[in-house]
């Protein structure tokens, strides 16, 4: 099993600044994602975090707007850029291993973001 | 379109009662399954999945749910609740990496 610590845990920001999200993974992983769960709302995939190269977005994100970086196997940042009221959400980040077969989507405890 | 539907947004048992959270998806293939429970102020932990086989799948903390093909379905079922199992419960569908979550079900339990 593999264990996900992100911070910080929670933050207030104002508007129009940025926040890096840090996710540090117990052991190697192959596969990192980035995850938002708006407030009542399901958790929609922002991007797949890749080692050495961009992040693959998915529709309706943007690098701009949430650049990540993956240096390693075990580390990556989600930045959070010119926030607005409308980016706070828990942001959340996962990892599998993909070399281990049926091997499970681990998650960490998610960023609470406000912005005011 | 791949889909996961909640019908429940929220649920209240008795402790001790048995439960069943509704999940129903629209995926174009064969889909893995998937159960995650959330506790305020926590991750996602993954609490069954079903991806071949058996269509009654067996996960932890009592948990099971079964694969009905024909109904496009996924139910979750605990026979016997406990207070500790109030959080919000998340259905989702996909493959190892992308997964499509439901908008989850909050469960409260009454002692």
């Known amino acids: 099993s593999a264990v996900i610590s992100q911070k910080p845990s929670r933050d207030i920001c104002q508007r129009g600044t940025s926040l890096t999200i840090q996710c540090q993974v117990d052991?190697?992983?192959?596969?990192m994602f980035w995850y938002r769960q708006q407030p009542g709302q399901s958790l929609t995939l922002i991007a797949t975090?890749?080692?050495?190269?961009?992040?693959?977005?998915e529709s309706g994100f943007v690098i701009d707007k949430f650049p990540i970086s993956r240096p390693n196997l075990t580390f990556s940042t989600l930045t959070v850029s010119n926030m607005s009221p409308e980016d706070s959400s828990i942001y959340l980040c996962?990892?599998?291993?993909?070399?281990?077969?049926?091997?499970?989507?681990?998650f960490g405890s998610g960023t609470q973001l406000s912005v005011l | 379109a791949q889909s996961v539907t909640q019908p429940d947004i929220h649920i209240t048992v008795s402790e001790g009662a048995s439960l069943e959270l509704r999940c129903n998806y629209s995926?174009?293939?064969?889909?893995?399954l998937f159960w995650y429970v959330q506790s305020p102020g926590q991750g996602l932990q993954l609490l069954l999945k079903?991806?071949?086989?058996?269509?009654l799948v067996q996960g932890i903390k009592g948990f099971e749910a079964e694969f009905k093909r024909s109904q496009s379905s996924f139910n979750l079922r605990k026979p016997s609740v406990h207070w500790s199992d109030a959080a919000e419960y998340f259905c989702?569908?996909?493959?190892?990496?992308?997964?499509?979550f439901g908008a989850g079900t909050r469960l409260a339990v009454h002692p």
């Open positions: 975090a890749n080692q050495g190269s961009e992040a693959t977005y």
């Open positions: 989702a569908v996909g493959g190892y990496n992308k997964l499509i």
């Open positions: 996962s990892a599998r291993n993909s070399r281990i077969p049926n091997e499970k989507l681990f």
């Open positions: 052991s190697q992983v192959t596969m």
């Open positions: 995926y174009g293939a064969t889909p893995y």
């Open positions: 079903y991806f071949s086989g058996d269509t």
